[in-house]
C-alpha cells in the first residue's frame, strides 16, 4: 500500500448475532486479539461508536453510575465524563469531543467499526538509514527541556530554559546547566522552541541570546495562539523567528530535517517535533498529553519526554471540601504512579532503541513556596527508566547537566561505556542558590502602579479579558505572601454571566470560585495582560470552588485564548483625568 493514501483500519468486527444482542444504550466491547477497548452507542436504530481511550490522557472509560439516563461513561484516570450520545465531554463541561469511529453493516447484517487513518507524514520522502560515526550525532542535555544536538556540522538547540524563574516566580531550575551555556545558545545553527509556557520559553534566558546574537533563526509550530504572542511587550530583541506548518519536512541541509507536530489535546499552544539526520530519528515529545493525538513514529533512535508530573496548580494550591492534606497527599501519589505507567507502557509501544526523561527537573526553591515544593512530589527519572527496562529492551538515559550521548556508539554498542559520558566528578549537578531579588523586584514594582489607583481598572480588565455569558461568580483576593488577605488590596466579585460586578453574590443558583493571588504577580499579570499560567500554574493561588468542578471554559479562556494585546492602559488612565 502507498503510505501517501489514507488507509482504513477495520478496528473490531461484530457477527450478526453480536449485532441483534445490541441494548439500548451503551455497549462496551474488546477486540480479544488486538486488546483494544471500543464503546457503542445504541438509540433505536441508530448507532455511534468511539475508542474506550479518554482525550485527556487515554484513560479507560466505565460506566457512569451517577448517571440515570444511560448515556454517559467515566473515566478512570481522572473522572472526566463522556455523553456517547453527542460524543461530547460534559466534565468538564464545554471542553472536547471525542473521536467517532465509521460504522459499517455487511450484508450479513454483520458490523466493523473503521478507522480512516490519514497518511504519517513522517512517512513522505523516506530517507534509509546511513551509517553514522563515532561523534557524529551527539546529544547534550543542559537543563530541564533543554537539549544541545550536535547533527554532523549542524547545532540545533531545544527550548533553552536557563536563567530565570518560570511562571512568574513558581519554578526555578532544578539543575545548574554548564557555564558555557551561552556560548552554546550563541553557536547554534537553529533553535526549536515547542510552546509558550515559560519553562521552555525563557524570555531570561533568550534575553541574554538576543543581546549577543538576535538574528538566530528560531522554528515554531503555527499554533493558533502564536508562540511569540508576547514578543513585543517582552522587550526581547529577536529577528529571525520562523512559524512553520504541522507535518511538513523542514530541510536543513542534505542529511538533516526536521518536522513539528501539533499536541491533540492542546492543539492550539502544544507541539512536539521530529529531527532526522541521515535517516535516524530523534522524537521529542515535550510536554504534549497526547503528541499528534497519540499517532507516533515507532522504532525512533532516541525518544525523549516529559515524565515527573506537578505542572499544575492541582491540588496542592486547592482547600475545602475534600482537599484535605490527606487526600492531597493520595492523589499527588497515584497520579504520579499513574502517569509513571502512561508513559511507560508509551515507550514500550512506540519501542524506540533510547528513552530519556526529560522536562520534569524544576524546583519551587522560593522559601515563601516551600509548602508547595515538600506537597508537589515529582516522579523520579530512575524510577521511570527501571520499570521501562523491566517491561521493554529499551535502552535508558537518565542526563545529567552537560552529559553527552552519542548516538552512533550507543546504537551499534548500548553496552559501550563511551556511548555516555557524563560530567567530571565533582561537577555541580543541582541548584542550591537562585538569584531571586531581580525578578521578584518586577512583579512587585506593578504593585504601585497608578492603574491601581482606580477601582475602575477592574471593569476595564475583565471587560478586555472578554470572558463572559457563563453562569460563574469568582471572587476575587488579593494577598501577602503568605495569602493572607491584604487589607489595603483589593476584594471583589465577578459574575460572568452578564460581566458585572456585585457587592454580593447573586440570589441565583450558581458556581462559585474564590482566588486568592499574591499582589504583586496578579497586578504584573493583569497590567502586562498575561495569562493566568503565571498564577495557577507558577502556584500563585489559593483556590477554593463550590461545587467542586473543573470550569474548563474560564480557565482555558485566561490560560490560552485571553486577547493577543494587552489592555490600553495609557487611555484608561486618561480617562480618569
Same mark, same amino acid.
Given at each position: ?55 485527556? !490522557? ?195 541541509? #542534505? ?38 493525538? &497519540? ?64 522536562? &520534569? ?113 469568582? #471572587? ?31 440570589? #441565583? ?13 496578579? #497586578? ?50 486618561? !480617562?480618569?483625568?
Amino acid at each position: 500500500m502507498d503510505n501517501k493514501e489514507q488507509a482504513a483500519e477495520i478496528l473490531l468486527s461484530l457477527s450478526p448475532l453480536e449485532v441483534g444482542g445490541l441494548k439500548d444504550g451503551i455497549n462496551f466491547f474488546r477486540n480479544k486479539s488486538s486488546g483494544k477497548n471500543y464503546i457503542l452507542y445504541k438509540d433505536k436504530n441508530h448507532l455511534r461508536a468511539c475508542k474506550n481511550m479518554c482525550k485527556h !490522557q487515554g484513560g479507560l472509560f466505565i460506566k457512569d453510575i451517577e448517571d440515570l439516563d444511560g448515556r454517559s461513561v467515566r473515566c478512570t484516570k481522572h473522572n472526566w465524563k463522556l455523553d456517547v450520545s453527542t460524543m461530547k465531554y460534559i466534565n468538564p463541561p464545554g471542553s472536547f469531543c471525542q473521536d467517532e469511529l465509521v460504522i459499517e453493516m455487511d450484508e450479513n447484517n454483520g458490523l466493523l467499526l473503521i478507522e480512516l487513518n490519514p497518511p504519517n507524514p513522517w512517512d513522505a520522502d523516506p530517507h534509509p538509514p546511513k551509517d553514522l560515526a563515532f561523534g557524529e550525532v551527539q546529544i547534550t542535555y543542559l537543563t530541564h527541556a533543554c537539549m544541545d544536538l550536535k547533527l554532523g556540522d549542524k547545532k540545533m538547540i531545544f527550548d533553552p530554559w536557563l536563567t530565570g524563574p518560570a511562571f512568574a516566580r513558581g519554578w526555578w531550575l532544578l539543575h545548574e546547566p554548564p557555564s558555557d551555556w551561552l556560548e552554546r545558545l550563541c553557536q547554534a545553527d537553529l533553535i526549536y522552541i515547542s510552546h509558550m509556557h515559560s519553562d521552555h520559553l525563557s524570555y531570561p534566558t533568550l534575553k541574554r541570546l538576543a543581546d549577543r546574537r538576535p538574528n538566530i533563526p528560531i522554528y515554531v509550530g503555527n499554533t493558533e495562539r502564536p508562540v511569540f504572542w508576547n514578543l513585543k511587550q517582552s522587550g526581547v530583541a529577536l529577528t529571525n523567528i520562523h512559524v512553520v506548518p504541522f507535518g511538513t519536512w523542514q530541510k536543513v541541509d #542534505r542529511n538533516l530535517r526536521f518536522m513539528i507536530l501539533m499536541d491533540g489535546v492542546h492543539p492550539e499552544m502544544d507541539t512536539c517535533i521530529i529531527v532526522e539526520y541521515k535517516g535516524h530519528k530523534i522524537l521529542n515529545t515535550v510536554d504534549c498529553t497526547r503528541p499528534n493525538g &497519540g499517532r507516533l513514529p515507532e522504532k525512533v533512535d532516541l525518544m525523549m519526554s516529559d515524565f515527573a508530573g506537578g505542572a499544575s496548580g492541582f491540588p496542592m494550591t486547592f482547600s475545602g471540601g475534600k482537599f484535605t492534606e490527606e487526600w492531597k497527599a493520595q492523589f499527588i501519589k497515584t497520579e504520579r504512579k499513574k502517569l509513571l505507567n502512561y508513559k511507560a507502557q508509551l515507550v514500550k509501544d512506540l519501542q524506540p532503541r533510547i528513552y530519556c526523561p526529560f522536562a &520534569g527537573y524544576f524546583v519551587e526553591s522560593h522559601p515563601s513556596d516551600k509548602y508547595i515544593k515538600e506537597t508537589n512530589t515529582k516522579n523520579d527519572p530512575n524510577e521511570l527508566n527501571n520499570l521501562i527496562k523491566k517491561i521493554s529492551n529499551v535502552s535508558t538515559w537518565t542526563p545529567q547537566p552537560g552529559a553527552v550521548l552519542d548516538l552512533g556508539r550507543m546504537l551499534k554498542d548500548p553496552t559501550d561505556s563511551k556511548s555516555i559520558i557524563n560530567p567530571p566528578s565533582g561537577t555541580k549537578i543541582y541548584k542550591d542558590s537562585w538569584d531571586f531579588a531581580p525578578y521578584l523586584q518586577t512583579l512587585n514594582d506593578a504593585i504601585e502602579d497608578e492603574i491601581f489607583l482606580h477601582s475602575s481598572w477592574i471593569k476595564e480588565y475583565f471587560t478586555w479579558a472578554g470572558f463572559k455569558n457563563y453562569n460563574l461568580v469568582i #471572587r476575587m483576593i488579593e494577598t501577602d505572601e503568605d495569602f493572607n488577605t491584604l487589607p489595603t488590596g483589593y476584594n471583589y466579585l465577578v459574575d460572568f454571566l452578564d460581566l458585572s460586578f456585585p457587592a454580593e453574590r447573586p440570589s #441565583r443558583n450558581h458556581p462559585y470560585e474564590e482566588i486568592r493571588s499574591r499582589v504583586g504577580v496578579i #497586578r504584573h499579570v493583569v497590567k502586562h495582560g498575561l495569562l493566568w499560567d503565571d498564577l495557577y500554574i507558577g502556584f500563585q493561588t489559593r483556590l477554593q470552588r463550590d461545587p467542586d468542578i473543573y470550569h474548563h471554559l474560564f480557565w482555558n479562556h485566561f490560560q490560552i485564548k485571553l486577547p493577543l494585546t494587552p489592555p490600553n492602559w495609557k487611555s484608561f488612565l486618561m !480617562q480618569q483625568g
